[in-house]
């Protein structure tokens, strides 16, 4: 019997469906068109969100990845749409997103001949993908799919891109699908090694004062309960990277904050007092190390991972635990001897109170009449029940925002870490509500970073995605600012703006707002915000020159620490 | 700083080498040497890389080779864990050869070997490691050296296993 001939696109509509992508976010254009066509026959299937923007549609499709643990999908054409999509691929690859983007490429025969809208997409894309491949015959098209869902999807997960040959869209093909569930030079998760477990077992046993650094690996491995069995059984203190955020509930008693530059004090202070480092799925990135020469010179390192490059990448470790943290940390967790800490947990609360004194205090409750980010951070949290999934976009916003928002559950948080896009915010909270519709997102933007990606407006007009979008309104691209005032003797060039008036900008999109400049109106204004679920854009002046505190200088070692307390 | 020969197996994928060797320039290091040929295993290619660096610094590059998805295993050795080979082209006017007697006793010396002779020039090649070929071209050069050329490194471990054919035999068993 003679199998049924279709073409390339049809194909690629027939493999998504049978990879279970329900959601796509797009842009169409010509050499992406036969594609679009067919798109056209299974709108029942695949809803596909027009976006304005390549570069939204990438970070939509990673807002959708990070809430939903699915693997986002976004279909852009060739050129100048490759290379604004290029930006969320960068992003997705550094901060482990799994990603497929499906590019349309001109013709196989115009390949090289610098044809209307041609870029070397593979090329461009190689080293920030996990994997690139160009389709340039019908018959690739599922096998490039299938292999493009596993990779992106398996191990440690990230981006991948299918630059689809606009003839290999239109020619025909007999079809059949196969999923990839093995690729012989590809090992997704390496083997666990019975002695790095007891290895590993062994050191935190004879530990007096353990502690642990949870990364996003804990989320991606859908590890947040084998995480809580680990560190309760042994009574092990823990902070978290900015991506790792949500891992475990804020309120968590073993849960001492947030690491890094803007991290507080305690968990980095421990960090160089701690006798043995328990980093799980974190990679030791400079925001959260600062200084290495410096860096837990004390500790002795045990790191979970499932890369086995991240290993001895920036600290070395004494004992390395390759494999899945799921898996790993429930036989670590088997072999842990129950203990208890207390003292050395007790000792994080001299820095707590010293922060709760110096920062937090006057951050929540300022005594100036001017708003600060940190209390309308606090409240939308709280209004929310600290249930929302919290968006930022990247600066002062972002690192207030995963300071005085509180976490829940897990997946609630969805930032742009690794490589700090600015614009990100926008695109990627209409994503993360798509992803989870029942869910209230709420997206916390700077003025500077909303006005990058500000045209995603119309997609939330066209969608009626309702995601709650707070704008922490300070004129300033504030944390250059904050710089230029710390290290720059006052010098701010360039980071004063001048921003329309984003309520109207707002209106013509038909989306409601209201801009707050007064502290007694913000608790009306949120309560406005949460009402329904449509989307709502809150405009808050906040003091123009705020500053975002605990930071430690770039390169500088924790001791450096600086609180702004006068 | 050292020298160190790293052995990449791959798939035969277009566009590898690229890949390959970018993560070299991300780390600022600069490859000395580069042969890419068949292996000894159906539809496997080899690369073999030569750099000065550190230890550290190549063993995390070449986990980062491993990386790649098209890339089955990446190794990394010293000078004393493989026996290696370069092989130098050189071209001399023929005249010299008549000329100078020392050139011909210059070539005994070295092993080399004539690929051609005619009226205007011979082609000399020699097999060695680099500082033999190096040598014979600084002796040669005082004769005069039209054309010189020398070839990346090409190398063989001294282990007597062969970690590659045990890596693929483990994947064959997890493939069904
Ligand atoms: C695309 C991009 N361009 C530039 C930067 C550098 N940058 C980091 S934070 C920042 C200021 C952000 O200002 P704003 O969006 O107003 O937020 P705020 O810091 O005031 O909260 C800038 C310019 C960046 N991270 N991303």
Redesign the interface.
Known sequence: MSKELISGAEALMRSLIHEGVDTIFGYPGGAIMPVYDALHDHQDKIKHILVRHEQGATHAAQGYARVSGKTGVALVTSGPAATNAITGIADAMIDSTPMVVIIGQVGAALLGTDAFQETDV??IT??IT??SYQVRNAEDLPGAIARAFY?AREGRPGPVVIDFAKNAQIAKLEYSYKKCT??????PVPDVEPWSIEAAAALINSAKKPFALIGQGVILANAEKELNAFLEKADIPAGWTLLGSSAMPTEHRLNKGMLGMHGNIGPNIKTNECDVLIAIGMRFDDRVTSDLNTYAKQARVIHFDI???E???NVKAEVAVLGDAKQTLELVTEKLNAAKHTEWIDSFTEYEQTEQEKVIEPELNPTSHEISMGEVIRKVSEATENKAVLVTDVGQNQMMASRYFKFTQSRSMVTSGGLGTMGFGLPAAIGAKIGAPDRTVCLFTGDGGMQMTIQELGTILQEGTGVKMIILNNNFLGMVRQWQELFFNDRYSETHMKNPDFIMIAQAYGIKGRSVSQREDLDGAIAEMLSDDQPYLLEVKVETKGMVYPMIPTGASISNILLGDK | MELFTIIVFSENQPGLLSQVSNIFTRRQINIESLTVSASSIEGIHKYTITVFSTKDMVDKVVKQIEKRVDVVKAYFYTDEEVIYQEIALYKVATNIIVDHVEVENLVRKYNARFLEINRDYAVLELTGHTEDTQLFFEELKQYGVMQFVRSGRIAITKSSKELLSNFLEKRAEKAD
């Open positions: 593979v090329s190689q080293p996990k994997w990779i093995f690729i012989r030079s590809f090992v890369d086995p490059a290993i001895n990448k």
